[in-house]
């Protein structure tokens, strides 16, 4: 996950977290016949729109990430065939050097 998508989702979780205390604390406060209740509620409902707000904000930034720089990077069997190729490639240097080394040094 990118830091700025991850740092959204992060946010966003805290805010939801803080919402659902709240909504528990309003609903507790309801059954009991607290006057605390009332506000409770209110400040709840406003909570619950600022947490639709940032769960939003986790799959714009998404988007919005990968429409600037691409696919996230996630290894595929594409990737993997390249490193495995490169790597072939790199080995088949080491041993072509190595037989250079070897003729050039039987030569002398």
């Not at 609903?27 to 639709?52: D, H, M, N, R």
């Not at 714009?60 to 790597?87: D, F, I, K, N």
Request: no cysteine; aromatic share 6%; glycine share 4%.
């Amino acid at each position: 996950m990118a830091d700025p998508v991850r740092t959204a989702a992060v946010r966003a979780v805290i805010i939801v977290a803080l919402t659902l205390i709240q909504a528990v604390i309003a609903f507790l406060g309801t059954l009991a016949g607290s006057w605390l209740a009332f506000p409770a509620v209110i400040s709840t409902v406003a909570s619950t729109v600022v947490a639709t707000w940032a769960v939003l904000d986790v799959w714009v930034t998404r988007q919005v990430w990968v429409q600037r720089y691409g696919v996230q990077s996630q290894p595929s069997s594409t990737a993997r065939q390249l490193r495995r190729e490169r790597r072939r490639a790199r080995r088949e240097e080491r041993r072509a050097a190595r037989e250079e080394r070897r003729a050039g040094g039987a030569a002398a």
